[in-house]
């Protein structure tokens, strides 16, 4: 089903403006966290590796705010909802030094990819579309890896410092998704099936312990086994 | 000629390297204050402007630090010559509000742009085409335009603070560039009029004069009469 025909139920439109909105605010808040923490960088290439995410996320705001413009939608009032959660989230989490800033770009962005891939499956088709082209273009993270493995090879005791902040990062995104979901019931109810399938509080847990699942994992492949 | 048959002399090849590493960090440094200022607009949508902004010079930086690495230099070594000089100046000029940070987005885009484009006429035909794209994709600076006389209308006393805040901005930017051009005589000497013409410390003083006489004409036409 494409976005015409989809977003004749008012309920459906509205869970993907929610959508759009929350994504969008997410990338610019993202864009200026990372730029913010490109500052912590010890070398100009790890600086210009932050800052090239940054960049990324910057254009992923572009398209996302264009898209809401072209379906008639204010974009700043679309993304309002979210400001608390995702300002909450950067206050709660400002990295001290620059490996809790890679660890943090990190997670961050496998966080998005994982939670892009979720709900793309529920979406129309040119929804759907801009959410993968969008998503094709995260990944940016993954410099952040060998840089975090080198540092903890050097010196054990950072990977227990790290794995604690890794925990802080996901308890944090958590209560602040949480904090969303109670107050979004549109989106909500789409995250979770589709808007004909009713709300379910239990299938929302399901997609979060998902994402939390792959993020142990990927802690863990890291070398922080929380 | 051509970069490969200017570059034969080393003189000229020494100035190059030291203009796109100098072009390179200060884009490099514009992104990092960009993002920063950007915490400081009043809306969202001014602080996607700002993030645009940053987003562009972002990009700059990374065509400037590729053609370094295509001619086999390496970028944070023809960078680091003018790392004080810019955090200098972005130390000294830090805003301490949103029309101060405006304000210096658009003279920072315009000095920019005079400056590209006094040089450009002194180079090789591969560095200039570099040079010219880079400029052609600065101006995005013009939207703080129409804010800041807006909020002059609304507030004659603020014209006065702002005129004296791109006073100070102008000063600073003069006092770091003479810095350099004490310190980099190769980069001096072209850009002053080719290698061939020798040192021409008055000639450099016409170009600082030429740009500074725009950037009065500017600030005259937004309302800043200083």
Chains 1, 2 share one sequence.
Request: proline fraction near 3%; charge should be negative; avoid cysteine.
């Amino acid at each position: 089903m494409d976005w015409a025909a989809a977003s004749a139920d008012p309920q459906y439109r509205a869970a993907v403006v929610d959508l759009l909105g929350a994504l969008a605010y997410g990338e610019l808040a993202a864009f200026e966290r990372l730029a913010e923490d490109a500052k912590l960088a010890p070398t100009m290439a790890d600086k210009a590796e932050l800052a090239k995410m940054a960049s990324a996320e910057f254009h992923h705001f572009e398209r996302l705010r264009d898209r809401l413009a072209e379906i008639g939608e204010e974009p700043t009032q679309a993304m309002e909802p979210f400001v608390a959660a995702y300002d909450g989230f950067h206050k709660q989490t400002a990295p001290s030094d620059w490996l809790e800033g890679l660890v943090k770009a990190y997670v961050g962005d496998s966080i998005a990819s994982d939670f892009y891939r979720e709900v793309a499956a529920r979406l129309d088709s040119d929804t759907r579309a801009l959410v993968l082209a969008v998503l094709d273009d995260t990944g940016h993270g993954g410099f952040a890896v060998e840089k975090v493995r080198a540092a903890i090879d050097a010196d054990p005791r950072v990977g227990g410092r790290l794995a604690l902040w890794a925990r802080r990062l996901m308890g944090e995104a958590l209560s602040q998704s949480q904090r969303v979901v109670a107050d979004r019931d549109a989106l909500s109810t789409m995250l979770v099936g589709g808007v004909a399938d009713g709300f379910d509080l239990a299938e929302v847990g399901r997609m979060f312990s998902r994402i939390t699942e792959a993020h142990t994992k990927r802690m863990a492949a890291l070398g922080l086994a929380a």
